[in-house]
């Protein structure tokens, strides 16, 4: 039977039985020796419970357990590790889906583009070319089409940088 635990009392004195209450309400004994104090409140149990007679009332008690991990604690780790992520469930399978870039172009075409740009400059240095060059691939292409984007625009301009 699985079991949510919502309390865990330890043994008074003289007692050798945890006290665990149950998220329907239900209180259940396990005795220190069958491993009582590894229960632990807010933990999810699989547990083998026997109902026992004593001074003519009916008590449960867990003769074994195993405890069950949450692999939804464990996904909303990683999901706070990596912002903008989501989390996928399929065919009972769980997984994590980072961000997709924005990047319209990938990083080794970008620089392609780029080289070729500070290429038409016939004017430049040769380090002249190489800042422009890695200003911009630093900066990455969306940044770099905004910046081109907003020059060509407001100044009328058709330099590239």
Not at 30 to 49: D, F, H, R, S, Y
């Amino acid at each position: 039977m699985q079991l949510k635990v919502t309390k865990t009392v330890p043994p008074a004195q003289g007692k050798s039985s945890y006290r665990i209450t149950a998220s329907d309400g239900e209180t259940y004994f396990c005795p220190t020796k069958k491993g009582g104090g590894g229960i632990l409140e807010n933990m999810v149990i699989e547990a083998q419970v026997s109902k026992k007679e004593y001074n003519n009332k009916i008590y449960n008690w867990i003769d074994s357990y195993e405890p069950i991990k949450d692999i939804n604690a464990d996904l909303a780790k990683i999901k706070a590790a990596l912002p903008g992520s989501k989390i996928v469930s399929e065919n009972g399978y769980s997984q994590i889906q980072t961000p997709v870039k924005s990047n319209f172009i990938g990083d080794k075409d970008f620089l392609i583009v780029l080289q070729s740009a500070s290429n038409r400059q016939a004017n430049w240095t040769p380090d002249q070319k190489l800042k422009w060059v890695l200003e911009n691939y630093k900066a990455g292409p969306d940044a770099v089409l905004k910046r081109l984007h907003y020059k060509n625009i407001n100044n009328g301009d058709q330099e590239i940088y």
